[in-house]
């Protein structure tokens, strides 16, 4: 089975702060997305790369970096998180044509 | 920009009902997937159609990929209160890198 882990399923971070989700896959696959998901608004792209140290922005990239130094791990960074970027973060990763997603992590920025 | 519609946004029906959900577009794509997603988790793959006019089944879950491979459908047969979640396509124009994904259809089965 593909396996998709992301670091927390819930965090709690404070304006300012610089957070970091990481997300990993076991099953060797060359892209991976990095989305999040709003009610009203659905799933948006905020990065996405399809090689070790290769990024491309989706359709709402401001206040989110991307780092991707292993192949199999993605991670998302807010630098410095504001309560607007409260929201459930979705990682996925694909090959051809399925794509998987992760868990999800429910981020709460006070 | 291609752009995923589905109808409806909300279904609500009693158990033991048959449904339709629609995944309609004016781009061709070269692959479409449908996910379910519950409350508070990651959408999980469902199937992937890939070829116009396919028919695949899972279970009580027939879905169909549009011969012109711009519409997709999902039936349930006898819906379950299990089978309550979010239900997402997603299609691949081309050789695109990014999935493009319809706005979703909330299901409630009622017991």
């Known amino acids: 089975d593909v396996k998709v882990t992301q670091s927390s399923r819930y965090l709690v971070k404070r304006t300012g702060e610089k957070v970091f989700l990481e997300c990993v896959q076991d099953?060797?696959?060359?892209?991976m997305f990095w989305y999040r998901q709003d009610p009203g608004l659905g799933l948006r792209l905020i990065y996405f790369s399809y090689d070790v140290k290769m990024k491309e922005k989706g359709d709402i990239p401001e206040g989110y970096s991307v780092s991707r130094e292993k192949k199999e791990r993605f991670s998302l960074i807010l630098e410095s998180a504001s309560t607007n970027q409260t929201s459930m973060y979705l990682c996925?990763?694909?090959?051809?044509?399925?794509?998987?997603f992760g868990p999800g992590t429910r981020l709460t920025v006070t | 920009t291609q752009l995923l519609e589905q109808s409806p946004q909300f279904l609500s029906i009693q158990e033991g009902e048959n449904l339709t959900v629609y995944c309609n577009s004016s781009s061709v794509f070269s692959s479409l997937q449908w996910y379910r997603q519950e409350p508070g988790e990651g959408p999980v793959l469902l199937v992937t159609?890939?070829?116009?006019?396919e028919v695949k089944k899972l279970k009580r879950l027939t879905f169909q990929f549009g011969d012109a491979r711009k519409d997709s459908s999902l039936h349930i047969t006898a819906a379950q209160p299990g089978d309550t979640g979010l239900y997402l396509c997603?299609?691949?124009?081309?050789?695109?890198?990014?999935?493009?994904f319809g706005s979703g259809t909330q299901l409630t089965v009622l017991p």
């Open positions: 159609v890939v070829t116009g006019g």
């Open positions: 997603a299609g691949r124009a081309g050789s695109a890198r990014q999935l493009t």
């Open positions: 996925a990763s694909r090959r051809d044509y399925e794509q998987y």
């Open positions: 099953m060797d696959h060359e892209n």
